[in-house]
Structure formats: C-alpha cells, structure tokens
C-alpha cells in the first residue's frame, strides 16, 4: 500500500474513534489515535493500539492507544502514530502526549491538523520533530477540523460556536400565522428523516437555545431524542443544557420544559424579573439567572458569555423569528443549518428572522456551503449547512471567512 493511501486509510480510522467521542468530550476536543507497526519483512502495516479521549477518563486519545498496545505485548519502537490533533505539549489535567509518544520510542508521527490554540499551535510537532521523529502533516486535514470546530471557536474567543438550524417552507417562512394554528403545537414542515437530522444536531450541541415565544406557542421538549450512545452504550457526559431567554419570567409551570427539568433547564431573565416566579422555579429544579436586559430585551453577548462560563462549547439555536433575526443582526451566528420543505406558507406566515429580507439572500452570504436532502426522492427535504466564521481562522495562516 503506497504511503499517502496508506495514511489516509489508518487516519480515516483515528477520525472514525474521534467521532465516536461526541458528546463525551466536551469541553475537550474529540481527538483519535491509532498506531501501527510494520512487520519486519517490509509488508502491510497492522493496527497494535487505538484509541479516542473521553473528558471523564482522563487519559488522551494517544495514552488509550499506547496502553493498548502494551496490553497486548506489542513494542512500539518503529511504529507510527496517526493523530487526528496535534499531541499536546503541556501540562493540564495530563502530561504532554508528545512526551509520550517519544518515550514510545515511535519513529513517524501523522498529524491531521494543528492545535487550533494559537498559545500552543506548533508546539507538540516542534517537540517531536526535536526528538527525530517524522511528522507528516495535514492527511484528511479538513475532516479533523469538523469535528472539533466548537473546540476551535471556543479556545480562541472563550465564547461558545453558535449554530442557527431552522425547518423553513420553501417560500421561506418558518411557520403559519399563529391565527391559523392550534396552541401549544408544534407544526412539522420537514418530515421524519429531517427532524432525526435535528436530533443528531442536538446530541452533538452542549446546549439549546430558544425564546420565550417559542415556548408559549409550542410548549417544546428541547431534548436529546436521538438515542445515540457512546462505545460500551455510555450516555452523553452531561445532559443538553436546554437554555430558555425569558425576560420577564412567563414560561409557564406545567410546560413540558418546567415538568421535565432535571438539573439541565436555564432560564435567564431580565434583572427585574418576578423574584416569587424565580423562586418557584428553583423548588422546581430550574436554574434561573439574571442578566442584563435594554427595554425587555435581554443582552445577547450576556448570554453567550454566561454559557462560556458554563463551558459549553456549542450552541444550536432553535428559536423563531426574533431571535433568529437578532443573532444574526448582531453577527453572532457562527454556522446555519436551513431545512426547506416543499410547502408554501404564504405572505402572511412567520418569517425565517425579523430584519433579515429572506433566508435564501441570507444564504448567499454562507461559505463552504454543502447540500444534501433528507427523506424519500419523491417527497425530499433540502439542507443547506454554511459558516458565517471560521472555526478556525488564523492556523496556517488561513483568512478568517
């Protein structure tokens, strides 16, 4: 197997245990590892020890791989190492990784991208080339990026990657007048496959963001439906922190949002919020936090920086045509997630964001936009998933988008 080919076979392999991480590395990126040893006789190199990093054990993706391969008696000497982030060259809540794997006494090292931190960026390669091992860079570069461009966003602003997903008709708008609606509805625009694409949005987010108005036309759940679980069936490391702006404290007491809270429902409202409605809500196991509001509309930047607080790494939105509108005024959105049913709503039906002319011209101002459709050929839902900002602006001297 030629080389190139080679690496991209076993670094399609440390992508594959990273992504298996979601939801269980955070506020850590999910990384993977997977080294190889040649046989003597110069053929095909064979897996001896692979691994991903999970936040609760500890040890990084190249320790899980270094362990394994001890386990089964294998020598590490001469063996590669494919990385999907650069080895850590600092102590944190571990040593160095890069230490590691020259201790390993590995002879190549096959990184997929930097660390995006640009304190760090460059370290680890320069502490392993340092000990004579070769470091091949950028193999399936742009796939390790995905993966972790919540971590990427996070480690250089301290503000969390805000992600804005919206099912929209295909003239645009997000629901029926609310005359023309059942209360405390939802109303389905995509279909199923669609709303299972949503789950899987939700299950890789930290947390979930809506408005008061949504809540009160549709009494929403906002919860992880997506029955994705981890290696050996673990649950995600810490429950979708589901985040409601409620200026003035409305949000009923028998909402399904209130009925099911299990200590993963923020309510943040307006510093003169009704503190009687605060302290029901907290016997009621709601965290509920005050933040700066001007003229009953809550600070979007103190809300994003509460949740930084928080370390939640990524936010989706899924909120109606307000918020929508002011993320995006306020250049807030990071990412955008557009489902288009084929159903027309008409003039009178809810915009995609107030202040915004249509999500179709706000789509032209997406980059790196892919586009997919979800369902059966004959009744399809079209996706269009486009960034804002790049997650990963200054490494490799790439321009911010």
Not at 20 to 40: D, F, R, Y
Not at 101 to 106: G, N, S, T, V
Not at 249 to 255: A, E, K
Not at 350 to 364: E, N, T, V
């Amino acid at each position: 197997m030629a080389t190139a080919s080679q690496d991209e076979v076993f670094m399609q392999r440390a992508l594959k245990l990273a992504a298996e991480a979601v939801a269980l590395a955070s506020p850590n990126p999910q990384v993977g590892c997977v080294i190889t040893q040649s046989p003597p006789d110069g053929g095909n190199a064979k897996i001896i020890g692979e691994g991903a990093h999970f936040y609760d054990h500890y040890d990084h993706a190249e320790i899980v791989a270094l362990k394994q391969a001890a386990e089964h008696h294998h020598s590490t000497k001469g063996a590669t190492a494919y990385v999907t982030l650069e080895p850590c060259s600092h102590h944190g809540r571990t040593g160095p990784c890069a230490d590691a794997l020259i201790a390993a006494d590995i002879a190549r090292c096959v990184i997929a991208t930097t660390d995006p931190n640009p304190l760090v960026s460059g370290q680890g390669i320069a502490k392993l080339r340092a000990a004579n091992i070769e470091v091949t860079l950028g193999t399936l570069q742009q796939q390790a990026r995905d993966l972790n461009e919540a971590f990427a966003h996070f480690i250089r602003t301290r503000s969390p990657f805000v992600t804005l997903k919206a099912a929209l008709s295909v003239d645009g708008k997000l629901a029926p007048p609310p005359a023309s609606r059942y209360p405390n509805q939802p109303y389905w625009l995509t279909g199923p496959a669609a709303r299972y694409e949503v789950q899987l949005l939700r299950h890789a987010s930290d947390a979930i963001l809506t408005g008061i108005g949504t809540v009160l036309a549709d009494d929403p759940q906002l919860t992880d439906r997506s029955g994705v679980f981890g290696p050996n069936m673990l649950p995600r490391r810490r429950p979708l922190l589901r985040v409601i702006l409620d200026t003035h404290l409305r949000i009923p007491l028998t909402s399904q949002l209130i009925r099911s809270a299990n200590n993963d429902l923020l309510i943040l409202c307006g510093e003169l919020a009704p503190t009687a409605k605060a302290a029901s809500l907290g016997s009621l196991g709601v965290e509920v936090d005050h933040i700066p509001d001007y003229a009953g509309r809550l600070s979007l930047p103190a809300v994003l920086a509460t949740l930084a607080e928080r370390n939640i790494l990524s936010l989706l939105l899924e909120c109606g045509s307000h918020l929508n509108g002011a993320f995006l005024r306020q250049n807030l959105v990071d990412k955008a997630v557009l489902f288009y049913s084929d159903t027309e709503l008409g003039d009178q039906a809810i915009p995609f964001a107030q202040g915004i002319p249509s999500p179709y011209l706000f789509a032209q101002s997406l980059r790196r936009v892919t586009r997919t459709t979800f369902g059966s050929p004959e009744k399809p839902d079209a996706c269009i998933t486009g960034y804002l900002h790049n997650p990963w602006p200054q490494v490799d001297g790439e321009p911010p988008c």
